[in-house]
């Protein structure tokens, strides 16, 4: 039987992964982007995407993503091809740069406030580096943030990472102020904490109301609350524990 250390995060492009197949040259750079914000050079951008390439096809990936979350409420990607034909009919698998730096789905598709009419349906991704990628589903995930062509932000992640930078030059500002003139970035950690409740498929397909609003809309009040551990720290039943087995280790 596996143990966790032998599959968690094997299909991430982590820290540990991009040492050992990025060039010292190009981990120091991509580390100084992360870190500090440092653009990132066109060359050392090629040179990053095709060891990134190189990895995920490795572990059978045969497309890419910018994986991105659009005011949806879910995630989006626009997938395209690692595969490249040749003249004498084979192929070779080829990444660049400026396709892992940029892309440019339909933005029409998304929510977007009136910013623009449909005609002007000009949307970018742009790669986040300091998410990692990731394969799912034999496709390479780029973390990536979304924008209109004229800069406004059409996802969840655009203003996150706005107001992660304007935290950064504010707090850089204060520690300045106290003589704290060796810190080079400050970064916030945010988290998330997920509740859900688990619904029988069969009860589930009888309910309207969870099919279409993923909600309950109408419904009796439960027979008891939650006084006697109906729900917190109550037992784990035997087809709810095997559920969670296999989302942790998939998570």
């Known amino acids: 039987m596996e143990t966790v250390s032998e599959y968690f995060g094997i299909k991430v492009f982590d820290d540990c992964v991009m040492r050992s197949r990025l060039s010292k040259e190009a981990y120091s750079s991509l580390r100084k982007t992360i870190e500090e914000g440092v653009p990132l050079n066109l060359n050392l951008a090629n040179a990053i995407a095709s060891a990134m390439c190189k990895w ?3 572990n059978g990936a045969t497309h890419y993503t910018h994986w991105f979350q659009p005011l949806t409420g879910i995630t989006a990607e626009k997938h395209d091809s690692f595969i490249n034909p040749t ?3 084979t192929v070779i698998m080829k990444f660049s740069g400026k396709e892992l730096i940029k892309g440019e789905p ?3 598709s998304f929510p977007s406030g009136g910013l623009r009419t449909t005609f002007e349906a000009r949307g970018y991704t742009t790669w986040d580096p300091s998410s990692y990628a990731f394969i799912k589903e034999n496709t390479l995930c780029i973390p990536t943030a979304f924008c209109s062509y004229d800069g406004n932000a059409l996802d969840e992640k655009t203003p996150l ?8 030059k504010q707090a850089l500002r204060i520690l300045k102020l106290f003589g704290k003139n060796n810190v080079k970035r400050v970064v ?3 988290g998330v904490e997920q ?8 009860t589930y397909l009888k309910r309207k109301d969870l099919i279409y609003c993923g909600r309950t809309l109408f419904g009796a009040s439960p027979s008891k609350g939650q006084e006697l551990a109906d729900h917190y720290f109550g037992s784990l039943k035997p087809r709810v524990q095997a559920y969670m087995a296999d989302l942790d280790k998939e998570l």
Do not use: K, Q, T, W
């Not at 990472?161 to 950064?168: D, F, G």
């Open 56 to 58: 995920a096809v490795e």
């Open 87 to 89: 003249e004498d009919g």
């Open 106 to 108: 339909d933005a029409s």
């Open 161 to 168: 990472l706005r107001s992660m930078e304007a935290l950064n």
């Open 188 to 190: 916030p950690c945010v």
């Open 195 to 202: 509740e859900y409740f688990l619904i029988d498929r069969e």
